[in-house]
């Protein structure tokens, strides 16, 4: 089992196109968190936000990101998934949801690729729904689909091309979210390893 695991993983590895180098990857976090101390710098109100990693492909940004914010802030997570093991969206599946309240709170959503889009804008409208008060969406990667989304990110690190990406939390059928840098998979590989 732990050799099917190996191999399948190396394989999808195989014919994979860089995207963007671990030192750009760096880059792009440095400048999200840039946007994000300069938004949040010597605000009128005596804004506190509340930062919401979004489980689990944002675990590697929001590890990264936080530590270069600035200004006072709570951290918490949400889970939500709509990919599960594969690489094409389903449903979105809700497995963590705000554990405390939001009403009236700014909330700044940290995740790491905007693709579709289905899964930010249910995040937005249910903590909407649930009483924030503004709900600012950074990411990591948004992928250019040419189309419109139907949510759009407030703060983006790297706009990356219409490729089934992996790396820095992005995973391919659960594998990879380690990769320091930014990886496309052939979509030859990506077949070759869907399980029947
Ligand atoms: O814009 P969308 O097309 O909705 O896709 C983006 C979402 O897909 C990924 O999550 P996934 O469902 O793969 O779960 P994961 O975070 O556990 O990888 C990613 O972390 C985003 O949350
Ligand atoms: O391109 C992607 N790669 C990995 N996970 C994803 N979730 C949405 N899009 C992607």
Known sequence: MQDFHHN????LLE????????EEV??????????????FRDTEEASFPLVLGVMGGAVVFTGHV?????????????HVTRYGDEDKG?????????????????IIVL???????????????RLLGMGAKEVIIAVFADKD??????????????????????????DV????????????ISPEDLKAATLE
């Open 15 to 22: 014919h994979a196109e860089p995207v963007a180098t671990a």
């Open 90 to 106: 389903g449903q979105v599946v809700w497995k963590v949801i705000p554990r405390q309240s939001v009403e009236g709170k700014t």
């Open 111 to 125: 995740d790491d690729i905007l693709d579709e889009g289905e899964t930010l804008a249910q995040v937005k409208e």
């Open 66 to 78: 936080l530590p270069l914010l600035d200004f006072p802030l709570e951290f918490d997570y949400i």
């Open 26 to 39: 760096q880059a792009a976090v440095g400048r999200v968190a840039d946007q994000l101390n300069l938004r």
């Open 8 to 11: 399948r993983a190396h394989a």
């Open 173 to 184: 059928y659960g594998y990879w979210r380690n990769l320091p840098a930014l990886w496309a």
């Open 145 to 170: 689909l040419g189309r419109k989304k139907p949510v759009q990110a407030d703060i983006v690190g790297l706009t990356i091309p219409n490729r089934f990406v992996v790396g820095f939390g992005m």
